[in-house]
């Protein structure tokens, strides 16, 4: 899974990875796994990260290529 | 708080390097005491309902715990494989109740954190009844004597199909049939320890664990339906 929350901590007034964690209560080693990509955060932290950097959670978190699944085309 | 925290941490791992470095030489009381604190310390974190690990300190705990259990599974093996090169005989019970019994609790437990804990306690009880059955039956063939000494078990089995919708009556047939079998099995006692650990956890545990969470599970269903 990819991310932008780099991108979205520096639109955020460079928002450092420290002030991100405090405000998301995890430590600053958890942001920079995710960010690398090396730790994929469960929706509940997605959803605080995606609040704190005001920005939609799929614009922040994204799947690669090979890791989107197979959709019916929207129909339902 | 935040150096609170690191005092606490920093005399987690000054005992952790104290038991791994100087372990062998210490006194069997403190040996213990250290072992106690070393492996309680990170479990208590873990479940305070304020635990400051976030999710992926936890997922890290639980990997590491993971691997280190495999390891200690190897390392049992390789002492058993290596006792019975050496002496040529079968290791001493205490090697298969460490080999056993860390391996029974993991199935068990992922079985309960996988699927309905209801589901899981009747296909642990219906499996040990199965197997017990089939020991009885290979022991004696079909016989009047294996009729007769399979009885209980069908009973019970044939009990748990009509009481299946009640869980709370099939829980308390479980528990009570597992300590009838350990009254009936109270032979045991003469064992070794660590064999009576063994067959305790072998032949009443899972029952009784079945029994407990049917039990549990008729108070919860009764409360949700409240």
């Known amino acids: 899974m990819k991310n932008k929350i780099r991108y979205y901590r520096h639109i955020n007034g460079q928002m450092t990875q420290q002030q991100l964690a405090e405000k998301v209560q995890v430590t600053r080693q958890t942001i920079i796994a995710i960010e690398k990509g090396s730790f994929n955060p469960s929706v509940k932290l997605a959803l605080k990260i995606a609040a704190v950097l005001g920005a939609p959670i799929e614009d922040i978190f994204q799947l690669e290529e090979d890791e989107q699944p197979e959709t019916n085309g929207g129909k339902t | 708080m935040k150096m609170h925290s690191s005092i606490l941490k920093s005399t987690w791992l000054l005992l952790t390097v104290l038991l791994i ?3 062998r030489g210490l006194p069997l009381w403190l040996l213990i005491l250290l072992t106690v604190l070393v492996v309680a310390a990170p479990i208590l974190r873990e479940l305070l309902p304020q635990s400051d690990l976030d999710e992926r300190q936890v ?3 639980h990997l590491s715990g993971h691997i280190a259990f ?6 049992v093996l390789l002492i058993m494989i290596r006792e019975f090169i050496q002496k040529g005989e079968n290791p001493a019970p205490e090697w298969y109740a460490l080999l056993l019994i860390p391996l029974i609790t993991k199935f ?4 309960y954190q996988n699927y309905e804990p209801r589901k899981v306690a009747y296909w642990i009880a219906y499996g040990w009844l199965g197997v017990w059955s ?15 000494e399979d009885l209980p078990f069908l009973i019970t089995v044939g009990l748990v199909i009509l009481l299946r919708k009640n869980l709370l009556m099939s829980g308390a047939l479980f528990v009570l049939f597992a300590i009838g079998l350990t009254i009936f099995f109270r032979g045991w006692l003469r064992f070794d320890l660590y064999v009576r650990l063994l067959m305790y956890t072998l032949v009443p545990l899972p029952l009784l664990v079945s029994g407990l969470v049917l039990v549990g599970q008729s108070f919860r269903r009764s409360t949700d339906e409240t």
């Open chain 2, 21 to 23: 470095f100087l372990g």
């Open chain 2, 59 to 61: 997922y890290i705990s």
């Open chain 2, 70 to 75: 495999y390891v200690f599974l190897a390392l």
């Open chain 2, 108 to 111: 068990a437990v992922s079985l």
């Open chain 2, 134 to 148: 089939l020991f009885i039956l290979l022991s004696h063939g079909f016989s009047i004597t294996a009729l007769i």
